[in-house]
């Protein structure tokens, strides 16, 4: 099934100042994070983000913080999102697909993910922005999510999905996002 913007929130995960030097491909993730923010503020889709312990593992990397310093992140000790309350009151009546983002594929993005899809909600993972420290990680986990019965897919297409068609008044905008 394509994804609506309309249906959908974007959850971003643990993007941190201490986790992401260790991230392989953490500067693509924080790019990518970042195209993700911006459509979904241009089509209207909530975001949710959290911050894992954050006394040790600090805030939200800049630019994210700047681009979402009008939201609170939603602090969390357990590896998955759900396992606060919190998170899973934050998404809003009518959601029924959450298209995740963040660090560690294999730990909290997995984690997080599988409990979403045990909740009943469609879950598309934007492959080029979920990362992990271990390139085989991230690969093993894309895989077991991909089994487990999550969408995968690539921030680029998630961007026009939510478009849906070139008359969309945020058509142009989104353009000049992927041509960043």
């Known amino acids: 099934m394509r994804l609506t913007s309309a249906r959908s929130a974007l959850c971003l995960i643990d993007v941190q100042e201490k986790l992401m030097p260790t991230i392989t491909t ?19 889709t909530p975001v949710i983000f959290t911050e894992q312990y954050r006394k040790g593992l600090g805030p939200t ?15 969390k000790m357990a590896f998955s999102c759900c396992g606060n309350s919190t ?28 409990d979403l899809l045990q909740q009943g909600y469609r879950v598309c993972i934007a492959a080029d922005a979920v990362g992990s420290r271990r390139k085989h990680d ?35 905008k989104m353009c000049e996002l992927i041509a960043k």
């Open 138 to 172: 991230h690969q093993i986990a894309i895989r077991r999510l991909e089994g487990s019965g999550a969408m995968i897919s690539t921030t680029e297409a998630i961007l026009f999905e939510w478009c849906g068609t070139a008359k969309h008044p945020a058509f142009k």
């Open 26 to 44: 953490g500067a693509q993730v924080v790019t990518e994070c970042c195209r993700l923010v911006e459509a979904a503020t241009l089509f209207d």
């Open 87 to 114: 998170f899973l009151q934050e998404i809003p009546e009518g959601t029924d697909t959450l298209v995740v983002c963040g660090i560690e594929t294999h730990i909290c993005v997995a984690q997080t993910a599988l």
């Open 61 to 75: 990397v800049e630019p994210l913080a700047t681009k979402l310093q009008h939201q609170k992140p939603i602090e």
